[in-house]
């Protein structure tokens, strides 16, 4: 197993990133892990990190304000974590960091990923990256304002502990950051569940425009790059329609798209109980979970539609064949 403490202590320079998009479990990780270097290793002079954009909810996290949009040029780090990320293209700008490194090591979980940095920590298993970074910190030197970070990301990553992914492990690590007095059921309320008006309008539309497709057992919802403008939402008011829609009876496979270019859609899927979405994730270029992945395609979006649920199909006559 990866030995943090003692790849730490050999480093002057470190940076930290996770992948473009950042989620709750990418922001959670890398400033939970931010928080615990900064603390705990003060010989080393730099410590940066880099996320594209955070929710606006997310800022409550100390030193939220710390993280860095912009990408100068400047001389190689020591050593980079990548978090989060299944692949380097997933890092986004922060990857010219990573090329030029010294050392760089990946903490994940994603089943997509192949081990791209010289030191990998990757456990597919793992709720979170977010649980994977409290297993490699000593918990003794965590403080309240890491421990909410991890939190944030572990809750979000499992649905707030509703996923398979989640365990009694999970749990336990759970248990021990709720134990350091964070607002638990205030930081998944407010990061999780809370919508603004605009995300409420755009998932009722998803909704109200989804169709089902064989028998069911599967839904699609497709938003519009005019429907977008027409609300005046950006992707990042999308997420959490995906769960919504995989929560619907009877549904095995949840897909929605969004149009992020011309002819060009961005997809998320959610599958309930056998089909294993990473694998139709992977076909198309993209990676994530068995139930959670997704990837972007490019055509119209009937094409879009008609290539992904032909791989699809092929689970399903699969399933009804064992
Ligand atoms: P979401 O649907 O919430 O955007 O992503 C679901 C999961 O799939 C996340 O773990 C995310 O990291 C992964 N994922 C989403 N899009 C892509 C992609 O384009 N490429 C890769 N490698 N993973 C993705
Ligand atoms: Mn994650």
Do not use: W
């Not at 699609?220 to 992707?235: A, H, L, W």
């Not at 899927?269 to 076909?283: G, H, I, L, Q, T």
């Amino acid at each position: 197993m990866l030995n943090l403490k003692l790849e730490l202590e050999k480093v002057s320079s470190v940076v930290i990133a996770g992948h473009i998009r950042p989620d709750g479990d990418c922001v959670g990780s890398c400033l939970g892990l931010y928080l615990y270097i900064k603390k705990n290793f003060p010989k080393i002079g730099t410590v940066d990190v880099y996320l594209e954009k955070i929710p606006d909810s997310m800022h409550f996290l100390k030193d939220s304000d710390q993280i860095s949009q912009e990408y100068p040029d400047r001389p190689p780090y020591d050593l980079f974590l990548a978090l989060d990320s299944g692949d380097t293209q997933r890092l986004g700008e922060a990857v010219k960091y990573f090329t030029e490194a010294k050392r760089t090591i990946c903490i994940d979980h994603h089943i997509s990923n192949k081990g791209f940095a010289d030191e990998n920590y990757i456990v597919p298993e793992a709720s979170s990256t977010s649980e994977l970074v409290y297993g490699l910190l000593d918990p003794a030197l965590l403080t309240k304002e890491m421990a909410e970070a991890l939190y944030m990301g572990i809750a979000h990553d499992t649905g707030v502990f509703q996923y398979s992914c989640c365990s009694p492990k999970t749990m336990e690590i759970a248990g021990k950051l709720m134990a350091m007095g964070i607002d638990f059921s205030g930081i998944v309320d407010r990061t999780f569940y809370q919508k603004s008006y605009l995300q409420v309008q755009i998932l009722g539309r998803a909704l109200l425009e989804s169709m089902m497709l064989f028998d069911g057992r599967c839904i699609v919802s497709v938003i519009r790059n005019k429907e977008m403008q027409f609300y005046g939402v950006t992707p990042a008011d999308l997420d959490g329609i995906v769960s919504q829609l995989r929560s619907t009876r009877g549904v095995e496979v949840a897909i929605f798209m969004y149009e992020s270019n011309v002819q060009e859609y961005k997809v998320s899927m959610r599958s309930n109980s056998f089909v294993d979405v990473s694998k139709v994730a992977s076909y198309f270029g993209g990676g994530g979970h068995v139930r959670a992945a997704g990837c972007t395609m490019q055509g119209s979006m009937h094409d879009v539609v008609n290539n992904l649920t032909r791989q699809i199909e092929k689970q399903f006559e699969q399933e009804t064949q064992q």
